[in-house]
């Protein structure tokens, strides 16, 4: 069994490699014991001789001020204490491990908390989050509200040693960086207020490694990501005790949130894992979770896309769309993507100050609107997918001189503008607004019912606080995401099969809480390969490369203007979800054959990249010169490495390519992939043992061998398949 119900309540939670000890002791608040590796029945009895102590595992303010809560809250007659005690435990199974429940109730108070414990056996995760209940019974003159000013949705207890955390930080451009720091005294926190991004200048998510500086493949490391698609607050507290406490929820800054009587709040899903065998099992773990529980149709293989945004941005026209699609199909490819600029009638989408919320093909662009674009497609043999920003309105819009009580404002102070100088939010909270936006999708869907692929684009943080519709303001963040997920709902209700990215000014929407309704996430408008090797690294982190959509564009790029070869371009791309995003016309005959023969490769390769495990073998952070990963397919049969060269330095001395998590008794073909240059690897078409590949190694080609000087650079990167035989 994975639970057993002990003396004094001590509850054991397992999944396959790991264990959560919890003592829920009817009368007494709720505690945890231990978290890490699996432990028997007669190890987790020994935990109490072995010195270990219960903690607190939901920290209640008020009767404990000098502890950092996880939950606070004003009662009705003014109380600012919360003194929760266990009254029930209930588990029960569902299809992918078990449900634990711990109700508590405040001692004097008709306050309710549940506490749940979801466990995930074939990623070896678990879930918590929380059930917060009014039990009051309101009167006719008096609502009993309950003021929460702090909810968050799970704690973590981590014993005090040499203990480092890895965040993530960014911008526009140079979303999904990595940071690495030890855990000290004091505080230390995680936060984003933005509004409608929240991944774009931090993440939801943390690596926790227990041994010191963490390390891809060895060592105790704990990875957690609250799924929430607003703002968050992830807080590490660490003080005169033994361990340091970890807290992560919905930001409560500026935001309490009025609970009447016989009502609840329900908190996001905390997710987390532990894996001794470093950050990259950490990853592995997440990513298997992603896409067998968390993301939209995380079984099914994702096509190879052109995307129209950097090769034309908003010069959208029928004729130009139908010759990119003509070039894609001769070159293999499998979906076509109309990117913005496509809408608008009275205000045209020439620039991005106009348009939005009108949804209507630009007549003069496309006389023969979306539906003929589609059947050109079809003819070509290529899916088509196209660009919305649903959320958004320009002042400049039909839509907004219709109904400008529908964007987020502050009462009594001037409109704020976003992007372009016009750009405005719709206010998700409003439930007309929420039908909106659902009959973008539809009508587009209803009326077009090939389209295999929607982008859903967001560009503007939340610039004032303010909404039209609700009662209470500060309910406005979550009010929002509420009304967001309630709408995603609708949609994937009935479209459950189209593929949707979500975009949100390149990565800023890179997480969990959102990613039940997407099938992918643009990482970041900066296309760099460069750039992009770093900011994949980070992504790698805790999604799959399903998820991550990689793109080969143009040079100078179009974000940072920076040359980088046509072979880096590909190469980077990839190693996720491959994709283009340039004007084939403008490719050499030479370079467009390069991509065509890319494109036939990554087909090849697709679904060990897609759905295998992930190594990171030497990080781009190391100073090492280079930067190398894998993956391997689950029966260990098939596997992609991946090399690139990140310092151009003469005389830069590399490590060997030393491979991990292949089967050491088995050997494998070794094929260079992408190959441009007239003489091969020395290696390409030999066999190696596993043991041989993980224990020592291939020697590294510093850069590229036998080509013209006109195609030599410094930016060298290899691919190689190994393949069992």
Not at 19 to 30: D, S
Not at 394 to 399: I, P, T, Y
Not at 522 to 543: C, E, I, K, P
Not at 617 to 644: N, R, T
Request: net charge negative; glycine share 8%.
């Amino acid at each position: 069994m994975n639970i057993l119900f002990l003396l004094l309540g001590v509850i054991t939670l397992n999944t396959p490699k790991t264990t959560l000890v919890l003592q829920a002791e009817p009368g007494k608040e709720l505690k945890v014991v231990e978290y890490g590796a699996r432990l028997t029945a007669e190890e987790t009895e020994s935990l109490s001789s072995a010195g270990y102590d219960a903690r607190d595992l939901y920290t209640a303010y008020g009767l404990k001020t000098y502890e950092e809560p996880a939950i606070a809250m004003i009662q009705p007659d003014g109380n600012a204490t919360l003194d929760l005690a266990v009254t029930a435990v209930e588990c029960v199974d569902w299809e992918g491990g078990k449900l634990l429940t711990v109700t508590s109730r405040d001692r004097h108070y008709p306050v309710e908390v549940k506490n749940f414990f979801k466990t995930y056996d074939a990623a070896d995760m678990i879930g918590t989050w929380t059930r917060i209940t009014n039990a009051y019974t309101p009167t006719r003159k008096d609502k009993q509200t309950i003021i929460l000013t702090k909810y968050a949705s799970g704690e973590l207890q981590l014993r005090y040693e040499d203990v480092w955390v890895t965040t993530f930080y960014g911008g526009w451009g140079n979303e999904c960086r990595i940071v690495e720091a030890p855990l000290t005294y004091g505080y230390r926190s995680v936060k984003n207020v933005d509004g409608t991004r929240n991944s774009q200048l931090a993440h939801a998510e943390v690596m926790i490694s227990l041994d010191g500086k963490g390390r891809e493949n060895e060592g105790r490391v704990i990875g957690a990501a609250l799924c929430w698609g607003g703002d968050y607050e992830l807080t590490f507290y660490t003080e005169n005790k033994p361990v340091h406490t970890f807290i992560a929820g919905i930001c409560p800054d500026n935001a309490p949130y009025y609970l009447d009587g016989g009502c609840s709040l329900v908190t996001p899903e905390l997710a987390y894992t532990w894996s001794d065998e470093g950050m990259s099992g950490v990853s592995r773990n997440f990513h298997r979770w992603g896409r067998k529980y968390r993301m939209a149709h995380g079984d099914c293989e994702r096509k190879i896309l052109l995307n129209s945004w950097e090769g034309v941005d908003l010069a959208v026209n029928e004729p130009v769309m139908n010759e990119m699609m003509d070039d894609f199909a001769a070159m293999g490819g499998e979906l076509f993507v109309m990117d913005d600029g496509w809408f608008g009638n009275k205000y045209h989408r020439d620039t991005d100050s106009y348009a939005l919320g009108d949804w209507q093909p630009d007549v003069r662009k496309l006389p023969g609107g979306i539906a003929s674009l589609v059947r050109s497609a079809t003819d070509k043999g290529l899916s088509f997918g196209i660009w919305i920003e649903p959320e958004m309105v320009n002042v400049g819009s039909e839509l907004y001189e219709k109904h400008p009580d529908w964007v987020l404002k502050a009462e009594h102070r001037d409109q704020l503008y976003g992007r372009g100088g016009t750009q405005l939010i719709l206010d998700m909270a409003n439930p007309e607004v929420q039908d909106f936006v659902f009959s973008v999708v539809d009508d587009i869907m209803s009326q077009n019912p090939d389209i295999d692929y929607i982008k859903w684009d967001s560009n503007m943080s939340v610039r004032e606080h303010g909404s039209q519709c609700l009662e209470h303001q500060t309910h406005q963040n979550i009010a929002y995401w509420k009304g967001f997920e309630a709408t995603l709902e609708r949609i994937r209700a009935k479209y459950p099969d189209v593929t949707l990215q979500n975009c949100a000014s390149g990565g800023g929407r890179i997480n969990w809480g959102i990613m039940n309704w997407f099938d992918e996430f643009w990482l970041s408008d900066n296309t760099d390969a460069f750039q992009r090797v770093y900011m994949q690294w980070g992504a790698s982190y805790f999604y799959p490369a399903i998820a991550t959509a990689c793109h080969v564009s143009d040079v100078p790029s179009h974000a940072i203007r920076k040359f980088t070869s046509l072979k880096y371009r590909v190469d980077v791309a990839m190693s996720g979800r491959f994709g283009i995003e340039l004007l084939p016309s403008r490719l050499s005959e030479e370079e467009r054959a390069f991509v065509t023969r890319a494109i036939e490769q990554y087909k090849e390769i697709r679904p060990v990249v897609q759905f295998g495990d992930i190594y990171r073998l030497v990080s781009p952070y190391e100073d090492k010169g280079c930067a190398s990963l894998m993956y391997v397919s689950e029966d260990k049969s098939d596997a992609v490495f991946y090399w690139y060269r990140m310092v151009c330095l003469y005389s830069q001395k590399f490590p060997r390519f030393r491979m991990q998590g292949l089967d050491p008794d088995r050997n494998y073909l070794v094929t260079e992939l992408n190959q441009m240059e007239r003489r091969k690897l020395p290696y390409d078409g030999k066999v190696f043992s596993g043991r041989f590949l993980m224990e020592h190694g291939l020697e590294p080609v510093r850069t590229y061998l036998d080509l013209d000087d006109q195609e030599r650079t410094d930016w060298c990167s290899r691919v190689i398949r190994l393949t069992a035989q």
